[in-house]
Each structure stands twice: as C-alpha cells, then as structure tokens.
C-alpha cells in the first residue's frame, strides 16, 4: 500500500462521524488520525468505530493544524464544489479522488489528507496550508457530503496504489522553497494586492508537481542565485 496516508479531522464536531472515519480506516488498511481540535471521544465514538476502537483510541490529538501536518510530505485539503466561485483562487485546481490518486501514486511519503467542520469546512488561513485541492463530484442537489463518507471515498480510492518507489520532498525543504517564493515576489516588486494569489497559484503549482528532494535542492539553489543576482545589480 502506498503512499503512508494521514487522515486530519479539523475540529470535528460530532463524534459518530470521528468513529466512523476511523473504521473506514480499518476497513482498508491505514492507521495514522490526527485529530484537531476534536469534540468529546465517548460512548457514540466507540460504537460508530465498532471494531477500529483501537484505532479510535490511539488517534493523535493536537491543537493546531501545524501540529498535525506535521512532517507531512504533501498536504492535501478536501473541499466541496458548491460556492466555488467565492475564493476560487484557494480551492483550484481542483481533483477528484482518481486524479488525486494517478498524482501521487509511487509517491514514497507521508501525504496528509484534511477534512474540515461539518457545518463550515476547512476555513482560508487552513486552505492555504495545502499544497494540492481534492473534491468528490456530486449531485447539485446535494452536493456537500458527510465527512465520514467523504473520508471512506477518499480511502478507498488510495487503498490499491503500487509500492512506492519514488521519493518526495520533505515538508523542512518545501516551506524553505516556499519561503523563497515569498522572498523572490518581494524582490521583485510584484504588486502588493496580487502577491498572495501569486504566491499561492504558485505554491499549487509546485505542490501538484510533487518533487523530489533533489528536485527541491535545485530550485532553491537556482533562487539563491537570482537573488544573489539581484543584490548585485542594487
């Protein structure tokens, strides 16, 4: 089975769907919650798990989205198709469960998939924390899925990948490069009200590109030289 999936519940507010994701865990094979934030773990958790009780109660509980990202390779966030129009920059490109997977397939990694509230989902600042966008296309009528079955979906679709083979970038170097990326906007001046949507598009782009971490190395070091360039010509 690859890649090594981590499922994050962001504050989760009802616990049948917590035990729920996490017998869909079991159900094909992976193990590592992290859980943010969550509502109380009882008696409807541990009923709704029903034989992932263990996996229940040895799930990570954290306070912060960074905490739980952790040292993730690729973070990837789930997000409904309704309202995409309102901060459309933040949820494209957008790919389904099956592209999701032809992306990071052989991909030798920790790939964290988040799934946010049930009444509000993954908020902005949570958005821009990931590196590519899943959704599952659904009906217009009823488009927003439970998060449990969202999570079964998801899961099933990354349970029969190949062994990995190909190595991905560690999360230290990838927020280097992104650092990079930040500083090169900077230096060269882009307009201050397009620099976010810029960094971001840009930050997508990389992500999707899942790189490796030689492929990392070689652009930072390509940054450093641009901008060693440009304090230069100052």
């Known amino acids: 089975m690859s890649p090594n999936l ?6 989760p507010l009802y616990q049948g769907n917590v035990g729920s994701v996490a017998r869909s865990m079991k159900n094909f094979g992976y193990n590592d919650l992290v859980l943010v934030n969550p509502c ?31 040292d993730a390779n690729l973070v990837i966030g789930t997000s409904g198709i309704s309202g995409i129009k309102e901060d ?8 389904t469960p ?13 790939i964290a998939v988040l799934f946010g509230r049930e009444d509000n989902g993954l908020s902005k600042e949570e958005l821009k924390q990931c590196d590519m966008i899943l959704t599952i296309p659904t009906t217009d009528d009823y488009p927003v899925m439970n998060i449990s079955h969202a999570a079964t979906v998801v899961l099933y679709e ?11 970038a560690n999360r230290f170097d990838l927020e280097l490069l ?22 971001l598009m840009l930050r997508r782009i990389f992500g999707r590109a899942v790189l490796t971490p030689r492929e990392v190395q070689t652009l ?15």
């Open 88 to 95: 459309e920059h933040l949820r494209v490109p957008l790919y």
């Open 220 to 234: 930072r070091g390509i940054f450093r030289g641009i901008q060693k360039s440009n304090e230069k010509d100052e």
């Open 98 to 110: 099956k592209q999701m997977k032809e992306h990071i397939e052989n991909a030798d990694g920790t």
């Open 158 to 168: 990354m349970s029969d990948m190949e062994d990995p083979s190909r190595p991905i």
């Open 178 to 199: 992104y650092e990079h990326l930040r500083e090169m906007l900077d230096d060269i001046g882009h307009p201050e009200h397009k620099k976010e949507k810029t960094y």
């Open 6 to 11: 981590r499922i994050i519940l962001v504050e």
């Open 40 to 70: 109380p773990l009882e008696g409807e958790a541990r009923a709704m798990a029903s034989h992932a009780q263990d996996l229940l109660e040895s799930a990570t509980i954290v306070s912060s989205l960074k905490e739980a990202i952790g």
